[in-house]
């Protein structure tokens, strides 16, 4: 009973924080003539219910696709199908064909707000704390007696997550479902960990047929799965095709399922597919931080290159990234390796795929969240810099305020949870740790010389650290209050893309480092031991 308090208070708070974010603007607030995302979804849901099907991605008079088009695949459709028909009954002016460009009003806000929440609290929420609650590297976790609120580590991991600002603003504030393909995604990898690999591809295939995007996380689900059902001494070949075969189909049918409605003629079909990837947008839109921007400040891309150049190289490139991660995570398919693999295979994409929108680093936020126990410092260091390169947006959409207030709670609230994992003492989540009482004893025992290079390592990396998000300050004051010269307009939204893009370059290195190496060496140990 009582751990069920903490857990209902931390919950609590996190939908506090969304209400809160939501009485701010939203993108594209009273700005015609395409205002913006939130225009986006309320036009999708108008389409879809006055429109046929067979009309929902197809240029016609009543669906001008120039105008917020359908870019996501399906199942965003059926969702703004539901959604609309609730508006539909709400007030028919809502959603009342093409009368309704650019709608607003103080109850349609409600009710749009109202509608990412619910999504988040149905879909989001559950699977973040089913992941984490039931997850087995925790089952040892006891209640710290020098908490007068009986938190565990537990409950600390699940508040770290619910709180992260990125995935708040983006969803409450600028104005998106993210919530919901995210959601999907992180229920499919809490089952991948029971190993229910039917019903977790099952639940992939619904973040993918919600979100495109999602095919940033699809080759380590793919690699995994595969090599997971690769014969072994403990794994009979009869075992290992029969759970592929029910995998394979699994998905299929649940991929029929979701087109059917499009299957009824080819031209339907390309219609569709086509806008989920509009390759003519170019290599990238606006400021966001991978590498093809900051290199297109040297070197002019869209300048030389064709789109069709562009999107080979980005495809090859990419391609070359994320293999090392994805083969070795085949050729060792652990948990643990295959959190790391989500990461890298993410962060690869990001970085170097073709049309990043700057929304997307959430897609790399995410399975760093699930990842977070396991190396709290650079993890922390990453979702901060993740919301800090989303800044020009929020200042764009006027969520500033809400920007700086979320990350400077984030900030203090998971470094004081965490502070025995950022510094190595003995703080108020393991300090009645039996196991940390004994690598304290060890410690004081070991080398004096060895300790100090150690106490030298930590201090250069909180140097770094502390120095990285004194950067990422100055840059949020600068691009708020200081105006840029007349040459220059895009100055700070540029340094912003780049300051981050340097970050997550070297992310991509490090966590590269740890599955490819680290991690290998790890189990190549515990082989031997065996």
Aim: net charge positive.
């Amino acid at each position: 009973m009582q751990g069920k308090l903490q857990l209902a208070s931390i919950i609590s708070l996190a939908v506090l924080l969304r209400c809160c974010v939501m009485y701010h603007p939203h993108s594209g607030e009273n700005n015609p003539p395409m205002y913006g995302d939130y225009e986006a979804q309320r036009h999708w849901q108008e389409i879809t219910v006055n429109l046929p099907v067979d009309k929902w991605y197809v240029n016609t008079t009543d669906n001008d696709l120039q105008y917020w088009g359908l870019d996501y695949p399906p199942l965003t459709a059926y969702h703004s199908f539901l959604l609309g028909l609730v508006a539909n009954r709400i007030d028919p002016s809502f959603v009342k064909l093409r009368e309704s460009k650019g709608f607003e009003s103080v109850t349609h806000k409600h009710f749009m707000r109202l509608s990412v929440l619910v999504a988040d609290i149905l879909i989001y929420l559950p699977a973040v704390i089913y992941f984490i609650v039931n997850s087995r590297s925790w089952n040892n976790c006891q209640l710290d007696e020098s908490n007068i609120f009986k938190f565990t580590r537990k409950d600390f991991i699940v508040f770290t997550a619910l709180i992260y600002p990125g995935l708040i603003l983006i969803d409450h504030g600028h104005f998106q479902y993210n919530c919901v393909s995210l959601g999907f995604f992180v229920a499919a990898v809490a089952l991948i960990m029971h190993n229910s690999f039917v019903i977790s591809s099952v639940l992939f295939v619904l973040a993918l047929n919600y979100k495109q995007m999602e095919l940033y996380h699809a080759l380590p689900f793919f690699f995994y799965i595969l090599g997971y059902h690769t014969p072994s001494k403990t794994r009979s070949w009869l075992y290992c095709i029969r759970m592929l075969a029910c995998v394979s189909f699994a998905v299929l049918l649940t991929f029929y399922v979701i087109w059917m409605p499009f299957l009824k003629s080819s031209d339907l079909l390309f219609s569709a597919v086509l806008r989920l990837f509009p390759f003519s947008r170019g290599v990238f839109e606006d400021k966001v931080a991978n590498i093809w921007c900051a290199f297109n400040v040297v070197y002019k891309l869209r300048q030389v290159f064709t789109n069709a150049q562009l999107a080979k190289i980005c495809l090859a490139v990419t391609t070359c990234m994320v293999l090392p991660s994805c083969i070795s995570l085949y050729l060792s398919p652990t948990k643990k390796a295959f959190i790391l693999s989500l990461i890298n295979s993410a962060l690869a994409f990001f970085l170097f795929s073709f049309q990043v929108h700057e929304k997307s680093i959430l897609l790399v936020a995410i399975p760093i969240l699930l990842y977070f126990h396991n190396d709290p410092l650079p993890c922390f260091w990453l979702l901060i810099i993740s919301h800090f390169s989303m800044l020009p947006l929020f200042i764009n959409d006027k969520l500033y305020l809400a920007y700086f207030g979320t990350i400077v709670f984030y900030f203090f609230a998971v470094s004081w949870i965490w502070a025995d994992l950022f510094y190595e003492t003995n703080s108020v989540l393991n300090k009645d740790n039996s196991k940390s009482k004994a690598r304290l004893k060890q410690r004081k025992k070991s080398n004096v010389f060895l300790d100090l290079l150690n106490y030298n390592k930590r201090s250069w990396l909180l140097v770094a650290f502390y120095g990285s998000i004194l950067g990422a300050l100055v840059l949020s004051v600068f691009s708020k209050f200081v105006k840029p010269p007349e040459r220059y307009p895009d100055l700070f939204s540029l340094l912003v893309s780049i300051y981050s893009c340097g970050h997550f370059l070297i992310f991509f290195i490090y966590f590269n480092y740890i599955q490819l190496f680290v991690l290998r060496k790890e189990i190549v140990s515990k082989v031997k031991s065996h």
